[in-house]
């Protein structure tokens, strides 16, 4: 069965400095798909980025960047030079390949970010 | 703009009572949304895979009688919660994707449900 691991439960560092934000994942699938989304304190989800498993190419979005290992299972995100909006929870979520393309996502339990002024 | 719109965003009930919660994809059809629960501080669960014309699969431990779910078109996906208790209350969340595994599942705005 597919899991994600977010073991930080909570960061909390000042403004501008950079964060790393780690999440590991098992899955016996061989084509499967990453995510992270952030949740501001509103409750609605954002969708940050998606990763197949056959691209680890790394990728940057302005202070946004995402670290996707598959020999560790990882996909790290770091937001450089945070500011006090980056301030919410940070989910990543593993979604499987089973043929019919229907599987929901499964999350981590996701990281409560606190960027402090 | 939102793509998914969830409605209502917010509703108090008394228990026993049965509280609809209404998914919509607004401009994509899909055959197949997804009902999420989460608890405060919590991560968000998978409930129950919803198929247009056909019956919900739920997971492990969700009551279907309890969580009535009905996909009667590609665009609209309802989650009853029937005769509610306390216990229910928590944030319910749908999403949908127009495509296969990697397009993004969409979210709702979600719903917080407080059962009095």
Same mark, same amino acid.
């Given at each position: 069965?597919?899991?994600?691991?977010?073991?930080?439960?909570?960061?909390?560092?000042?403004?501008?400095?950079?964060?790393?934000?780690?999440?590991?994942?098992?899955?016996?699938?061989?084509?499967?798909?990453?995510?992270?989304?952030?949740?501001?304190?509103?409750?609605?989800?954002?969708?940050?980025?998606?990763?197949? %498993?056959?691209?680890?190419?790394?990728?940057? %979005?302005?202070?946004?960047?995402?670290?996707?290992?598959? %020999?560790?299972?990882?996909?790290?995100?770091?937001?450089?030079? %945070?500011?006090?909006?980056?301030?919410?929870?940070?989910?990543?979520?593993?979604?499987?390949?089973?043929?019919?393309?229907?599987?929901?996502?499964?999350?981590?339990?996701?990281?409560?970010?606190?960027?402090?002024? | 703009?939102?793509?998914?719109?969830?409605?209502?965003?917010?509703?108090?009930?008394?228990?026993?009572?049965?509280?609809?919660?209404?998914?919509?994809?607004?401009?994509?059809?899909?055959?197949?949304?997804?009902?999420?629960?989460?608890?405060?501080?919590?991560?968000?669960?998978?409930?129950?895979?919803?198929?247009?014309?056909?019956?919900?699969?739920?997971?492990?431990?969700?009551?279907?009688?309890?969580?009535?779910?009905?996909?009667?078109?590609?665009?609209?996906?309802?989650?009853?919660?029937?005769?509610?208790?306390?216990?229910?209350?928590?944030?319910?969340?749908?999403?949908?994707?127009?495509?296969?595994?990697?397009?993004?599942?969409?979210?709702?705005?979600?719903?917080?449900?407080?059962?009095?």
């Amino acid at each position: 069965a597919q899991k994600v691991t977010q073991a930080q439960t909570e960061i909390s560092v000042v403004e501008k400095e950079d964060v790393t934000l780690d999440c590991v994942y098992e899955t016996r699938d061989t084509t499967y798909y990453l995510f992270w989304y952030k949740q501001p304190p509103s409750g609605e989800l954002v969708f940050l980025i998606r990763r197949n %498993s056959f691209d680890e190419q790394n990728e940057i %979005s302005g202070r946004y960047s995402w670290n996707f290992q598959k %020999s560790t299972s990882s996909f790290n995100f770091t937001i450089t030079a %945070s500011q006090v909006v980056d301030s919410a929870v940070y989910f990543c979520a593993l979604r499987e390949n089973t043929g019919g393309g229907a599987d929901g996502l499964t999350f981590g339990k996701g990281t409560h970010l606190i960027i402090q002024p | 703009g939102a793509v998914v719109s969830q409605h209502p965003s917010r509703v108090i009930c008394k228990s026993g009572t049965s509280v609809k919660i209404e998914c919509r994809s607004l401009d994509f059809q899909a055959t197949t949304m997804f009902w999420y629960r989460q608890f405060p501080k919590k991560s968000l669960m998978l409930m129950a895979t919803s198929n247009e014309g056909s019956k919900a699969t739920y997971e492990q431990g969700v009551e279907k009688d309890k969580f009535l779910i009905n996909h009667a078109s590609l665009t609209l996906s309802t989650l009853t919660v029937t005769s509610a208790h306390p216990e229910d209350s928590s944030f319910y969340i749908c999403s949908a994707s127009p495509q296969g595994p990697y397009s993004p599942l969409h979210f709702g705005n979600g719903t917080r449900l407080t059962v009095t």
